[in-house]
């Protein structure tokens, strides 16, 4: 999605789901909001624009790229959720390039599969799985993506040991952790002893596999 896009979105969103209800309660009503209304619509709208300056695409861009997404490469957005990293992964791969967008959550993959199809990029395999059985062929990925979603992983031990049998030996899993606290997150993925830490920044965390035997 390209920033004009997502500006447009953002105020047809804001439209639907905010002001057009407030107008209809305010003159359907045929008397004037009270102060707790326009309260709780101020806290709506603040909480709206501060995720809307957060999360512009150019910010997605970057910590796709600072998680090592490059051209040419097969990658998987595990944990997709509607894809908000998808079609921007798929556009730094490249048409030499994949992304698999995989969710446990149907509607999840519904969203990605409906944005694929109204003009999005190509080069998306959309995968409704369990993050613990990608059913994708061993050794073949060269970047895992995880944003915002190990923490809901049921199976954490379970998603490493599939991560590690899909992905190749010189690849990078790349896993964005907000929620976890840090200890507990790199005790459950370094306890694994399938992969070492390479590179940190901020949340997001860079890792290569151990290599076997
Ligand atoms: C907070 S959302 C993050 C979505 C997306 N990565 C993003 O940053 O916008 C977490 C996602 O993880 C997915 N998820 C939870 N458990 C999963 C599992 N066992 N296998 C695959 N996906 C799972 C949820 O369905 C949800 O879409």
Redesign the pocket.
């Known amino acids: 999605m390209e920033t004009w896009q997502w500006v447009l979105t953002w105020v047809v969103a804001l439209l639907v789901v905010a002001i057009i209800p407030y107008l209809i309660l305010k003159y359907a009503c045929r008397k004037p909001m009270s102060n707790v209304w326009n309260y709780l619509f101020c806290i709506f709208f603040f909480w709206l624009w501060i995720f809307a300056i957060y999360e512009t695409p150019r910010k997605r861009r970057e910590r796709l790229k600072k998680a090592g997404v490059k051209e040419g490469q097969v990658i998987v957005d595990l ?3 509607p894809g ?2 998808t079609t921007l992964a798929a556009k730094i791969v490249g048409p030499e390039g994949k992304v698999y967008a ?4 149907p509607l ?1 993959t519904a969203i990605v599969r409906a944005r694929i199809g109204i003009g999005g990029p190509k080069n998306v395999s959309v995968m409704h799985a ?3 059985a990608t059913r994708l062929p061993d050794k073949a990925i060269d970047l895992i993506f995880i ?3 190990f923490h ?3 199976d954490k031990v379970g998603c490493l040991k599939e991560v590690a049998r899909i992905l190749k030996a010189d690849g990078i899993l790349a896993i964005d952790e907000h929620e976890m606290k840090e200890s507990k997150f790199l005790g459950i993925v370094e306890g694994a002893n399938l992969f070492t830490l390479v590179e940190k920044e901020k949340r997001l965390y860079k890792f290569r596999p151990l290599s076997e035997g």
């Not at 995989?102 to 959550?105: A, G, K, S, T, V």
């Open positions: 944990g997709c959720g908000r990293f995989l969710d446990i959550h999840h369990d993050c613990c944003n915002d979603a809901e992983f049921a």
